[in-house]
């Protein structure tokens, strides 16, 4: 299985190396550019809401990657779990696609969570 994760979390990025099995691909990404740019062969996107913002608190930044995401070529049928901000973190507004999230996991993340969404597929 192949599996990505868009965050700029390092601690998330290392929850994740655990919850994978080890014959699983795994690659993270700070850039959600290259990300979609390597998802050839992906079973299962992962995004960190807050690592997509270009401004703190403003939801732009994600819908410009959802646009991103639903326009590519290869990453458009990867299926893809949203991981939200904090239950504290304010947002301007959040805006949805019908079948665009395949599943939303709050935090906090660990391993555990990142294990039995690889079951998912």
Do not use: C
């Amino acid at each position: 299985m192949k599996f990505i994760l868009i965050t700029k979390d390092i601690e998330m990025v290392s929850e994740a190396k655990q919850g994978f099995h080890p014959s699983d691909e795994f690659s993270s990404f700070e850039s959600w550019q290259e990300a979609l740019d390597a998802s050839e062969g992906a079973d299962l996107m992962f995004v960190d809401l807050l690592a997509t913002l270009e401004e703190p608190n403003k939801i732009a930044g994600y819908e410009n990657f959802a646009m991103a995401k639903m326009g590519h070529e290869v990453a458009k049928g990867v299926p893809l779990v949203l991981i939200s901000p904090p239950d504290d973190y304010e947002l301007d507004f959040m805006a949805g696609w019908p079948n665009f999230v395949f599943a939303n996991v709050r935090r906090p993340i660990n391993y555990k969570i990142f294990r039995r969404a690889s079951t998912w597929v």
